[in-house]
């Protein structure tokens, strides 16, 4: 079945998938940095990034939190993924600098054309049908050196960034995943990755009433045991420290309230309803690169963009507009 907290078990999916469940795909490159061919170098290594897809934000996050802007260079897809008008169809993931954005009226100016492969490719299949693959997703560790994917596994991505950090460039002090805590953060990133990452999507992009209620019910029930977990007032979800379990928790709770609550038809609360995970999401938003990080109009546009009828929801404006409310943690009251 492999790693639950990597990819999802692809038992019966085509069967799953007709009868209404969305499953979520494996990725196919699996090289990592230190393998034979692939050292850990400065300035050698690139990412393809979308910064409305939350996988693509734990790679962004993990990138800024360690230090890696500077060594590790990147592109940044629009947050919509080509139509059917386009030439080369629908569902594409495109680098287009110049696409106005629906929500603004104006481009985007976190969005790049692709940089890294010499050949400005406009889509990023294209990237993956010059090593012969027929996969579409983002993120993708790209080594500009041999011009190959590396690999697009977002999980193995933010491990391996961790792990070389230094040797990369990185400034070395950040421990994602320190020996002595890695019991409790391993299954931490299971069920966080079960019930809240991929649960958010099982719940909205499920056809079926069942499998819907099932994911509704489980992304919350763990939201009310982190919020149990923060109460004895530790900052972080393992304690003192950062650790990859935050990063991998924070892509999915910064979507919720302006972002998920409709659109995953996640409206059973929102996080401001939970204190501690509340300040537990101000106080991740405030460590050094996170705000950086991603963009919630990138958010906005593409989810509700590629939504029935394109139109991007305006709000929350109560109690405040996101993300500036991320800087208020007191916004959370207690009960």
Known sequence: MGDRSTQEDQTGATTRRAQGEFVRGVSGFRHAIGDPGFPPEPGRYHLFVALNCPWCHRVTLAR???GLQDSITMDVA????????DPDGPNNWQFAPDKVASLTGSTLPECTGETATGQGFRLVKQIYEAEGATERSVPILYDKQQQRIVNNESAEIIRMLGEHAQALGGDGGVDLYPVDARPEV???NEQIYVSINNGAYKAGFSSDQTVYASAYA????TL???EHRLSDGRPYLTGDRFTEADLRLFPTLYRHDPVYYLRMKLNGAKILDYPHLWRWLCRVHALPGVADSCSLVHCRQG????SWNGVVPLGPEKPMPYPQAYDHPELALDA
């Open 186 to 188: 391993d299954v931490l």
């Open 78 to 85: 629009f947050p919509n993924r080509t139509d059917k008008n």
């Open 303 to 306: 989810y509700f963009g590629r």
């Open 218 to 221: 489980a992304y919350f029930h």
């Open 224 to 226: 009310d045991e982190l």
């Open 64 to 66: 800024n939190v360690l």
